[in-house]
């Protein structure tokens, strides 16, 4: 993948919206019983929003610049969109309304030493920080041990998004809801395309996945986006087992683009029994930490 065509993510991202809505969902009558397109037309689209055909066709086309925030509150309502492809339409619009240019590379995420020791003051959870291309750049002893198979690539910084499309026979193994995960992943990839379509590093590694992965390429392809939220997520560990995980996803707005993810159990239940016995596995083979954040030359 050479770019993120800014216009080409907008009219299929739009057009991929409306094909999944029947008429009879939109309250609208299904004249003729052989319809040319698959879901909503056009006309129809701009009905429901409330603007004529002709803008909308623009707007399709991929001419949001200056589409002001009640028209595509009334595209995303006519769209059914939910939340998060609500937030991918104002992304779009953003970046439709700002001059274009060359991919960029963003700088070297680094994390600064008062997280690291928020990190390592979660003695009893897993946890780590990533940015929006899922590299991982720190974590804590708890989630070194959790998330070895992940680290096990030489490849820094380590990539949740290459684990999971680039070996899927050992992600299969780990993630429990494998399909589930490869799905939000794309998601959360196109989502974060949304916001910044010349990342440098994104525009690759999406490149990267496409040329390597027929799965990634057919769950791109999809346009769905995901936010980042909080949740489950069921692992099977080589060491301790199963694991059944609450997700706590936080933004470090002092950090923009970076996350941490801290992951725990309720007391008393397996999984709490198994963290505590993969903490004391992690125990016994107390290394320095990686450096997560160093990169091929």
């Keep these: 993948m050479a770019s993120m065509d800014l216009r080409t993510e907008i009219r299929e991202f739009l057009s991929s919206r409306r094909a999944r809505i029947a008429p009879e969902q939109a309250g ?3 004249y003729g019983g052989n319809r040319r397109v698959k879901g909503l037309r056009r006309e129809e689209v701009a ?13 399709e086309r991929g001419s949001l610049a200056g589409a002001s925030d009640g028209v595509l509150d009334a595209l995303a309502s006519a769209l059914r969109l939910d939340e998060a492809e609500r ?3 104002f992304h779009l619009a953003r970046r439709s309304g700002t001059p274009g240019g060359p991919r960029r590379r963003r700088p070297a995420a680094t994390v600064r030493s008062t997280l690291r020791q928020v990190l390592d003051a979660i003695s009893d959870a897993p946890a780590w920080i990533c940015n929006g291309r899922y590299d991982v750049l720190a974590t804590n002893q708890l989630a070194r041990a959790l998330f070895s198979p992940v680290l ?8 949740t998004a290459r684990f999971v499309y680039l070996t ?10 494998y399909a589930r995960i490869a799905g939000d992943v794309a998601a959360k990839l196109r989502m974060e395309a949304g916001r910044d379509p010349h990342d440098e590093e994104l525009i690759a ?5 496409s040329t390597r992965s027929e799965l990634f390429r ?10 980042r939220r ?5 692992l099977h560990h080589p060491i301790v087992g199963r694991l059944d995980l609450d997700v706590e996803s936080l933004e470090l707005p002092a950090e923009p683009g970076l996350h941490l993810t801290v992951y725990t159990a309720p007391p008393g239940t397996p999984t709490a029994d198994n963290l505590s016995l993969l903490a004391s596995w992690a125990a016994t083979r107390q290394t320095p930490a990686p450096d997560l954040e160093a990169r091929n030359g």
């Design 152 to 159: 096990a690539d030489p490849r820094r910084p380590a990539n």
């Design 47 to 59: 009905l429901l929003a409330g603007v004529s055909v002709d803008y909308y066709v623009r707007l």
């Design 168 to 177: 899927p026979e050992v992600a299969r193994e780990f993630f429990v809801d």
């Design 87 to 89: 937030d991918h339409l």
């Design 230 to 234: 909080s949740g489950r997520k069921r």
């Design 28 to 30: 609208l009558p299904a």
């Design 205 to 209: 590694l999406v490149g990267e996945l």
């Design 218 to 227: 057919q769950r791109w392809a999809s346009r769905d986006v995901r936010l």
